[in-house]
């Protein structure tokens, strides 16, 4: 079945970095493009960045372009979220998911908590 | 980026009666190219991630119940939960994908049993 897991969440001091990853299984990586969303404690969902399935296409949301890389290895089925000059207002849930059926997203992982203080 | 608005923001509704959710994009989600709406439903439970329900405004992912229907064109849509049960308390969001890059969700819509 398909599988999205996210990992690398944790308490980091504000200015610093963090890297997340998600593991993905159960369907054909290299088909889809993935993306990063989360979600702050109580609040609603953000959409955060995009990568296409082999990586020539990235996007990110205005809240984090310049402080943030999305990346992918297709040879180990992950995609990372580098996130560097972390913010307070960084703190939140962050979730990978699938685009797929009708370019929604149509599986999305645990997530993984970022909480970002000192 | 476009701007998703839902309502209400909350909904409090009895069991078995009919639950429907608004959401309003500052610009039309609509393509020609494809005569599709991009719009998205999901759901979300406490301590859950989201669940698609619709796509393409009113197609219902593999597995949703029919109870489960999506309505509108351009800039207005709406989600309908035709017979409220129990395990459809939860947080709705509806997402426009209509521009690259820019996907944008609405704030939210709670609902919750009268």
């Known amino acids: 079945q398909v599988q999205l897991v996210e990992s690398g969440g944790g308490v980091v001091q504000p200015g610093r970095s963090l890297r997340l990853s998600c593991g993905a299984s159960g369907f054909t990586f290299t088909s889809h493009t993935i993306h990063w969303v989360r979600q702050a404690p109580g609040r609603g969902l953000e959409w955060v960045a995009v990568?296409?399935?082999?990586?020539?296409?990235?996007y990110y949301g205005d809240s984090v372009k310049g402080r943030f890389t999305i990346s992918r290895d297709n040879s180990k089925n992950t995609v990372y979220l580098q996130m560097n000059s972390l913010r307070r207002d960084d703190t939140g849930v962050y979730y990978c998911?699938?685009?797929?059926?009708?370019?929604?997203?149509?599986?999305w992982g645990r997530g993984t908590m970022v909480i970002v203080s000192s | 980026d476009i701007v998703v608005t839902q309502s209400p923001d909350s909904l409090s509704v009895s069991l078995g009666e009919r639950a429907t959710i608004y959401c309003k994009s500052s610009q039309s989600v609509f393509r020609s190219s494809n005569n599709n709406n991009y719009i998205a439903w999901y759901q979300q439970k406490p301590g859950q991630p989201p669940k698609l329900l619709l796509y393409?405004?009113?197609t219902r992912e593999s597995g949703v119940p029919d109870r489960f229907s999506g309505s509108g064109s351009g800039t207005d849509f709406s989600l309908t939960i035709s017979s409220l049960q129990a395990e459809d308390v939860a947080v709705y969001y509806c997402q426009q994908y209509s521009t690259t890059p820019g996907w944008t969700f609405g704030q939210g819509t709670k609902v919750e049993i009268k």
């Open positions: 393409w405004a009113s």
């Open positions: 998911a699938r685009q797929g059926n009708g370019a929604a997203f149509d599986f």
């Open positions: 990568i296409s399935w082999n990586g020539g296409d990235k």
